[in-house]
């Protein structure tokens, strides 16, 4: 007997550290007493703490507002001018740490590349270019920026409603002589500086001879680049021209030639924009046989007034794909994107 009340209280002393023993055996118990608690509790002041530190995010005046036919106006203030205007309505879970730190960065940048509350800093032509980017970049599915529109589904740009925006951009085109009028007559005084030796017309190592005549093309696009401060014109060839008025432009027809040429942009102290020196001119060439082995077009470029060809090897065109291929869906074309 005694031998077995021995047993028994050896046993009950082993049983005390044996309750340590059992949590070895339940972590979760372990990890719910020591560190979720505590984990919580710091995850919660941290979020509250992180509510004071606020990127600043103001409204600047709007000096003039973009002005549209109502329903084209609607749709770029539901779903841009959150991040494109200075008449930022933010709900109030955007104004919630973190998020509002992506938020505030978005209006920002956002801002910084259009801004349809300071439309009157920007020249008619660029005004114009800016659309067309803009109505590009819905097409693309860049924008409105997608985690923005997950908790704003207000802000989606129906099929129905870039309709809208295209029509109305198409219907901006057709002051489009006049800039050609413009450009044309700047060109003409740039002549007597820069006369090219028509006998010896510089020639790419892709084979591509420089050609003078796109100056009297029409003028499909203008803009201007705020990065590096040149001002760009995009000619099309007449074949180009009646491909856009006939719908048949994706795939562009064999023989388009599109021409892009880019300027220095000069502004004076009143904000007064004029093209400095010649950059260079770019020219996109289609044949779709030819060119097979470059997406069905020619690149060429030529730079400076002297028109030296660019690129050191033929394999030069592999910048140019590689930059234009996320117009895959449009034949490689950045401009004239907008299909009816
Ligand atoms: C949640 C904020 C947000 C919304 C809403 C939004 N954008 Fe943007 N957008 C940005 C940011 C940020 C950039 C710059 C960085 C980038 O390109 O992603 C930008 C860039 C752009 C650019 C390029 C500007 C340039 O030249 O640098 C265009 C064009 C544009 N957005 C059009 C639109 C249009 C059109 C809408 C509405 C249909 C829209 N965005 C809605 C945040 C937004
Ligand atoms: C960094 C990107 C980039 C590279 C590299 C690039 N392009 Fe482009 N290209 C563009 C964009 C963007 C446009 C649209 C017009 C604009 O915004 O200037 C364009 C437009 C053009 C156009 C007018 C037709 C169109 O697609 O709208 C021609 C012609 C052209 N590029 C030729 C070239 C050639 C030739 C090269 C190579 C030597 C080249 N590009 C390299 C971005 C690029």
Redesign the pocket.
């Known amino acids: 007997m005694a031998n077995l009340s021995n047993q028994f209280a050896a046993y009950r002393t082993f049983r005390l550290p044996d309750r340590d023993l059992l949590n070895l055996f339940v972590p979760e118990i372990i990890i719910m007493k020591k560190y979720f608690l505590p984990a919580v509790s710091f995850i919660v002041v941290l979020l509250v703490s992180l509510q004071f530190f606020r990127p600043r995010l103001d409204d600047p005046p709007v000096t003039q507002d973009f002005q549209a036919p109502k329903a084209v106006k609607n749709i770029l203030v539901r779903a841009c001018y959150d991040c494109h205007s200075n008449e930022t309505k933010l709900r109030w879970y955007d104004q919630v740490q973190p998020v509002y730190w992506q938020v505030a960065a978005h209006v920002r940048d956002g801002r910084k590349g259009l801004n349809f509350s300071n439309w009157d800093k920007l020249a008619p032509a660029d005004r114009k ?1 800016k659309l067309w ?1 803009a109505v590009n970049q819905i097409e693309q599915g860049a924008m409105p920026v997608k985690s923005y529109q997950v908790v704003h589904p207000n802000a989606r740009v129906s099929p129905k409603d870039l309709i809208v925006l295209k029509k109305y951009l198409t219907s901006m085109i057709h002051d489009l002589p006049e800039d050609t009028a413009k450009i044309n007559a700047f060109e003409h005084q740039r002549k007597s500086l820069v006369s090219v030796d028509r006998q010896k017309l510089p020639k790419t190592l892709n084979d591509i001879t420089y050609l003078p005549d796109y100056k009297n093309w029409q003028v499909i ?1 203008t ?1 201007d ?1 705020f990065d590096n401060g040149t001002m ?1 014109v ?1 000619y ?1 060839n007449d074949i180009a021209v009646n491909a856009v008025k006939t719908n048949h432009n994706n795939p562009w027809p064999d023989g388009t ?4 040429a ?1 300027w220095d942009k000069l502004e004076d102290r009143n904000g007064n924009v004029t093209t400095g020196a010649f950059k260079q001119v ?3 060439i289609k044949n779709a046989e030819k060119y097979r082995s470059t997406n069905g077009w020619g ?3 030529f730079k400076t007034p002297k028109l030296t060809p ?2 050191k090897t033929a394999i ?2 592999t ?6 291929k996320p ?1 895959k869906d449009n034949d ?5 994107p907008i299909k009816n």
């Open positions: 270019a980017e696009s803009s680049r760009r995009i099309g030639i599109f021409a892009k880019a770019e020219y996109m690149f060429a470029r660019y690129g030069f065109t910048e140019c794909m590689n930059c234009h117009m490689y074309v950045f401009t004239f």
